[in-house]
């Protein structure tokens, strides 16, 4: 109906001064709960890997900055993208050149840079996984999610624990195990972490963002079809229910092929392709709840609102870290990294 109020809200934020309008919407709803509202982006390349390295970053840039103002629009207040999401997923190839030519400060480069502006612009946080490039310790390369804060502020950076070794997964050559441990950042829009790719296979390292304080644990990946899939849909989601935590799975999309055929080391023959990356970006919550996923074969953006209050609710009702026993597992631990260890095994003599 013409002239129809469109609803109480929208009218009270039209005309009552915001101090005002906090008041009154704690008196009609009570407390405020933070709500907070997440974007996951799963994107392909956007140009040839045959192009200069500088067109392919910037023909992603151009995509990922469209894609950043669509979460824009929905309100996102934290954005992860994909792991190396600046570049193919080159680290099959076992060649340095040009991948390594991707690797930038994860201070200062010009996709930190990037993202500063967009956070600033945006009033969001972005997760941004790049291929670092460390001048001050030896022009070492290493796997690494920058945080930048809503106001543009680089926060910090997280490092890759756990590197595979496995299948056309050959990274090893390229990078080290990260070294900032399992750093947590707090924002103004909740406690945070980045749990990078093959580290998800590794209960330890999502626990110990947990036992940091983390609410909300990014999976920012890149893993193909005939690898993991079956494991895709468990390993984030049983994270959550673990550690009373959410967590947000992301996986890149399409099939990248490289110049140069190389092969998987198991006597089949040389082929200049990945297999194709599954997309399928999911979030879960603690009470082991889930979105559906975004699609195998097309770029997305997923958008979630997580309430917080959730990850407290869940260790009440369930004791799952009051019940944890790192201490006995502490002394266990100890023990089964001494050489000299020997595993209590009863064995039947009968
Ligand atoms: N990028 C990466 O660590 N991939 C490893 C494969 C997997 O964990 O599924």
């Not at 109020?5 to 009270?12: I, K, T």
């Not at 994107?43 to 995509?63: C, D, F, G, Y």
């Not at 624990?161 to 399992?182: A, L, Q």
């Not at 074969?297 to 799952?320: A, M, P, S, Y």
Request: net charge negative; with cysteine; charged share 20%.
């Amino acid at each position: 109906m013409a002239g129809e109020m469109v609803s109480l809200e929208q009218c009270l934020e039209k005309y009552v001064p915001e101090r005002e309008l906090k008041e009154i919407t704690r008196i009609l709803y009570g407390r405020e709960l933070p709500i907070v509202r997440v974007g996951v982006i799963q994107n392909s390349i956007a140009a040839e890997t045959t192009a200069p390295v500088s067109e392919q970053r910037a023909a992603l840039h151009e995509k990922i900055t469209h894609m950043t103002e669509a979460a824009a629009l929905c309100g996102v207040n934290i954005l992860c993208y994909q792991e190396a999401w600046t570049m193919p997923f080159a680290f099959c190839t076992r060649e340095k050149q040009p991948w390594c030519e991707f690797a930038e400060s994860a201070e200062s480069g010009p996709t930190t840079q990037l993202c500063q502006e967009l956070a600033r612009k945006h009033n969001m946080v972005i997760v941004s996984p790049i291929l670092e490039r460390d001048s001050i310790h030896g022009d070492t390369l290493w796997n690494t999610a920058v945080v930048v804060s809503n106001t543009g502020y680089y926060l910090g950076k997280s490092r890759k624990n756990h590197i595979p070794r496995v299948g056309d997964f050959n990274e090893s050559t390229y990078y080290m195990e990260g070294d900032t441990g399992h750093v947590v950042f707090q924002t103004q829009f909740g406690r945070i972490a980045v749990n990078i790719c093959y580290g998800r296979h590794h209960p330890q390292n999502w626990m110990m963002y947990g036992i940091n304080g983390a609410e909300i644990v990014f999976n920012p990946s890149a893993t193909v079809g005939g690898l993991s899939e079956p494991m895709w849909g468990i390993e984030a989601r049983n994270a959550a229910i673990a550690n009373s935590y959410f967590t947000c799975a992301i996986n890149r999309v399409g099939t990248e092929t490289f110049p140069n055929e190389f092969t998987s080391a198991d006597g089949k023959p040389a082929h200049k392709d990945f297999g194709h990356f599954y997309g399928s970006s999911y979030v879960a919550a603690p009470d082991g709840s889930r979105t559906p996923s975004l699609s195998r074969t097309h770029d997305g953006l997923l958008v979630c609102d997580l309430d917080l209050n959730l990850c407290r609710q869940v260790k009440d009702r369930w004791g799952f870290r009051m019940t944890q026993r790192l201490d006995l597992y502490a002394a266990s631990l100890s023990a089964a990294i001494q050489p000299e260890y020997q595993p209590p095994v009863v064995k039947d003599m009968c």
